[in-house]
């Protein structure tokens, strides 16, 4: 006699089965999940931001190495009307000397034409410093002439503007005077290269002027 084979069934077809699905059904429905604009900021972003700022906030032309890598400053009417030098100064303490675009031999007919540097008693081109310690460097005072710049039909002195240690000066404009009247002349057109004392830095310092006041004073827009 066969015995009767006992139906089998799933779990799913329980009413105990039924009932506890139908509680996590309940369950999900009541856990709220963070939408996008209440998730952690994505840092991913704000890196992108730094590194690709937005381009209608970036100046309408690069700064130049000069604006990067130093500060400027200017002397103007050094001992006299009109003579207007740069003083550019980098972090390292060492200040780039110059002519500034508005001192007045820069505005005479034809420009400059020759830079002698020999001054009388000395000849600042034939100055070698060598080492570290920076040997054979003379100290000059702020009103020591560093070189003379000749135009058509004049000369002028051009001055150290600050008190410190003369390490070079540019000798290509011997051969090269034309430096001063280009664009360039701020950079392959500088002077001499001046290395002041700290102190006497501090001193000179508050007799100068920043870019934007200098640009006001001559009304340079």
């Not at 704000?46 to 990067?68: F, G, K, N, Q």
């Not at 009307?81 to 110059?98: E, F, M, W």
């Not at 820069?106 to 081109?125: A, H, M, T």
């Not at 002077?191 to 100068?208: E, F, N, T």
């Amino acid at each position: 006699m066969e015995m009767p084979k006992a139906e089998l069934s799933t779990p799913s077809s329980t009413p105990l089965a039924s009932l506890q699905i139908k509680k996590e059904d309940e369950t999900l429905k009541a856990v709220s999940f963070p939408s996008a604009g209440d998730r952690a900021p994505n840092h991913g972003d704000d890196l992108r931001s730094l590194l690709l700022p937005d381009a209608h906030h970036l100046p309408v032309t690069p700064p130049s190495a000069i604006e990067t890598n130093f500060t400027c400053y200017f002397a103007l009417d050094f001992l006299k009307p009109g003579h207007d030098q740069y003083v550019y100064r980098h972090a390292n303490g060492l200040c780039v000397i110059g002519l500034a675009p508005t001192h007045v031999a820069l505005k005479e007919e034809g420009g400059v034409v020759r830079v002698d540097f020999n001054v009388g008693k000395s000849d600042r081109s034939e100055m070698k410093v060598t080492g570290k310690r920076k040997r054979n460097a003379k100290h000059f005072e702020s009103n020591t002439a560093l070189c003379k710049v000749f135009t058509n039909g004049n000369f002028f002195l051009a001055r150290c503007c600050v008190k410190g240690s003369l390490l070079e000066v540019n000798d290509r404009l011997i051969k090269q005077p034309d430096l001063l009247n280009t664009s360039q002349a701020d950079r392959e057109g500088y002077l001499a290269i001046v290395m002041p004392k700290p102190a006497d830095w501090l001193k000179i310092k508050d007799s100068l002027l920043n870019y934007e006041d200098y640009k006001k004073l001559r009304g340079i827009i």
